[in-house]
């Protein structure tokens, strides 16, 4: 029975990590068996100016989600970690966005950020000030999708800092308190 699973890990994992690095050292279409050309894709990819663009827009990306996600995270946790109805209602309603698809996320953040019909729109509009099209403008388009991703990704991080927070036995708290 081990040994089926690691048959099927080798299978399904490891034969094609090696055979997708085997593949990059090639120049392959595909009907042939390619040629090999060593280095010489990874040189056209980091001469491609797109390619560059988009780690930069990645790193950027992650700058804006991972640390504030982490941070709203845990201060939700903290403020929710209590044995109160309400704690727990605030705690449902905090992690019912990670359960979301992203077809309902794109719908609900579409309703929200579209410049014409959109909700801020309405309330850029009604406030008398131009409505910011955060979805088509260079600028706003990175920060737009880091603020959708840290409110549908916020649910999961907080249960597991709340989990980790309930693991501390209570009298530990009434000796951090008395100290």
Do not use: C
């Not at 056209?44 to 700058?63: K, M, S, W």
């Not at 966005?97 to 992203?102: E, H, I, K, P, T």
């Not at 509009?125 to 706003?140: I, K, N, R, T």
Request: no cysteine.
């Amino acid at each position: 029975d081990v040994y089926k699973r690691q048959l099927l890990y080798l299978l399904i994992l490891v034969y094609p990590l090696f055979k997708g690095m085997w593949l990059s050292l090639h120049r392959v279409d595909i009907f042939g068996d390619g040629e090999f050309i060593g280095l010489g894709n990874y040189t056209r990819l980091f001469a491609d100016p797109v390619f560059i663009q988009a780690l930069i827009n990645t790193f950027v990306v992650t700058l804006m989600i991972v640390p504030p996600l982490t941070v709203i995270a845990l201060a939700l946790a903290l403020a929710l970690n209590r044995a109160t109805r309400g704690a727990a209602i605030f705690r449902g309603i905090f992690f019912s966005s990670a359960v979301l698809s992203v077809t309902i996320v794109t719908l609900i953040w579409r309703f929200i950020l579209a410049p014409d019909a959109g909700l801020l729109g309405e309330i850029w509009s009604a406030v008398g000030w131009e409505p910011l099209p955060f979805l088509s403008a260079p600028h706003l388009t990175l920060p737009a999708l880091a603020i959708t991703t840290i409110w549908w990704s916020l649910g999961l991080p907080m249960l597991l800092f709340l989990a980790g927070l309930q693991q501390i036995p209570q009298d530990m708290y009434e000796a951090a308190a008395l100290d």
